[in-house]
């Protein structure tokens, strides 16, 4: 079965600085999604980016990049210029679409702090 | 994206007693799933609801336990029967809107609390 492994339970940094949290998987599949939500206080998921398998390119949303490195099954979310909103619980997850399936493995989360 | 309502937004709820929770989307969506999320956890899912058939439920999940409809396009229910403080979570709808391999948007959330 996949698994989705976030090492860091809680983080913090300073506002305006870059911050970093890690994300490994398991998996024996070649083709698969990868995504980083938030979800703040208000418990609302809110989709941060996606990134598939068969792209070599790192996935890019504003402020928010990953950093993919497939062979090593690492998937990394980078947040620069941190601003205090962005303060939240952060899931990486994964999805085999094998079998039409759409299930999402999620990740322990990662509490981020934003010091002002 | 997708916008998705749930209600109730959040409930206590006496031991034994069911509550069934709605989700409703703005527009016809192609899947719909439901997501529980205990405490200080992550989310697992717990079954992807089927229009006009009967729900998929995932391993440990049971239809007696968690009975789920979704009589169209845009609107599914989630009941949660019977229920123990263990079932104390916040339980999500999510949505794919598009084609299949998709982004899965999610509902604002169902923070259930069983006394």
């Known amino acids: 079965a996949q698994t989705v492994t976030q090492s860091q339970p809680e983080m913090s940094v300073q506002e305006a600085e870059t911050v970093t949290l890690s994300c490994t998987y398991d998996t024996s599949e070649s083709d698969y999604y990868l995504f980083w939500y938030k979800q703040p206080p208000s418990r609302q998921m809110i989709l941060v980016i996606r990134?598939?398998?068969?792209?070599?390119q790192n996935a890019t949303e504003n402020r928010f990049s990953v950093n993919f490195q497939k062979a090593a099954k690492s998937f990394s979310l980078k947040i620069s210029d941190s601003q205090l909103g962005d303060a939240a619980m952060y899931f990486c997850?994964?999805?085999?679409?094998?079998?039409?399936?759409?299930?999402?493995?999620f990740g322990k989360g990662t509490k981020l702090t934003v010091n002002p | 994206s997708a916008v998705i309502s749930q209600k109730p937004s959040r409930d206590i709820c006496q031991r034994g007693t069911s509550l069934t929770i709605q989700c409703q989307v703005d527009s016809q969506v192609t899947m719909m799933f439901w997501y529980r999320q205990q405490p200080g956890q992550s989310l697992t899912l717990i079954a992807t609801a089927n229009q006009g058939s009967e729900a998929t439920y995932e391993s440990g999940f049971v239809i007696d336990k968690f009975p789920i409809s979704r009589p169209n396009l845009t609107f599914s229910t989630l009941t949660v029967s019977n229920m123990s403080p263990e079932d104390s979570s916040i339980y999500l709808c999510?949505?794919?809107?598009?084609?299949?391999?998709?982004?899965?948007?999610f509902g604002p959330g169902t923070r259930l609390t069983v006394l």
């Open positions: 999510s949505v794919i809107r598009g084609r299949i391999a998709d982004t899965q948007y």
């Open positions: 990134q598939e398998a068969y792209k070599q």
């Open positions: 997850a994964y999805r085999d679409p094998r079998g039409g399936s759409e299930k999402l493995v």
